[in-house]
């Protein structure tokens, strides 16, 4: 069974920091995708990022490029996001998602866009806050 589980949210200042962890089990994580999602009171679900973990290839939605960055750990089995200068917007519900990575074995194809459709398993969320 496939599971993801994610940690690392919490209440932070306009302008801080915080670095979301995705662990992963149950699946050959090299062969996968993650990616994140986030889903703010009352709007749709956002994908804002996805990597994958054989290569690293990451795509970032324009609401957070330049400002979050994904990493892969392989012996690990987790993803990371690191999460830079947050505002309030970017107050939500944080989901991490795994797809099979059909790029594999083919250079130079990128992770993106981040489809929801697309991802079968799913994470139970954690919360991040920024304050102003």
């Known amino acids: 069974e496939v599971q993801l589980v994610e940690s690392g949210g919490d209440l932070v200042q306009a302008g801080g920091s915080l670095r979301l962890s995705c662990a992963a089990s149950?699946?050959?994580?090299?062969?996968?995708?993650i990616g994140w999602f986030r889903q703010a009171p009352g709007k749709e679900r956002e994908g804002i990022s996805c990597i994958s973990n054989s290569d690293g290839a990451a795509y970032y939605a324009d609401s957070v490029k330049g400002r979050f960055t994904a990493a892969s750990d392989n012996a690990m089995n987790t993803v990371y996001l690191q999460m830079n200068h947050l505002q309030p917007e970017d107050t939500a519900v944080y989901y991490c998602a795994a797809r099979y990575d059909y790029g594999l074995g083919y250079d130079g194809v990128m992770p993106g866009p981040v489809i929801a459709g697309d991802y079968g398993h799913w994470g139970q969320g954690t919360q991040v806050t920024v304050s102003s």
């Open positions: 149950g699946l050959t994580f090299h062969d996968y995708v």
